[in-house]
């Protein structure tokens, strides 16, 4: 039987520069020098939206203050499946850093496609092409 994990990501704006905030996978993890969306495997019965919280913390130094579920989605890997949860990260306090000594870079909303990331983040990538206003409210 496949393992099944839960992972939540953020997409986290900039929205005066119109970037988003993506880290860089070091060379220990699969996937290692792809780019992703900051976040992380979720506890056994911990909220969402609590694990959101405690990964950006824990992976690059910022506390999400405002911020909504944009979509989810499941992903089958050969050895796993991996049940997605993606917010949008409209503020934050702190300033963003490789709290994992990864790298981290703001990326303009249309240089995404220039980029590798892992197989799973086009489902993110094709919800940030598709959405018509990027704005709260």
Known sequence: MKKKIRVVAA??????????????????????????FPGGKVEIGEPDQ??????????????ATLFEEALSFQYHYPDKTIDFVIFEVFSFTGTPQGAESQEIAWIKQDKLSELQFPAANKMMIDYLETKPDNKIG
């Open 50 to 63: 609590t694990a959101l919280i405690r990964e950006l913390k824990e992976e690059i130094a910022i506390e």
């Open 11 to 36: 997409i986290i704006w900039d929205h005066k520069r119109e970037e988003i905030l993506l880290s860089r996978r070091k060379a220990e993890q699969d996937f290692a020098g792809l780019w992703e």
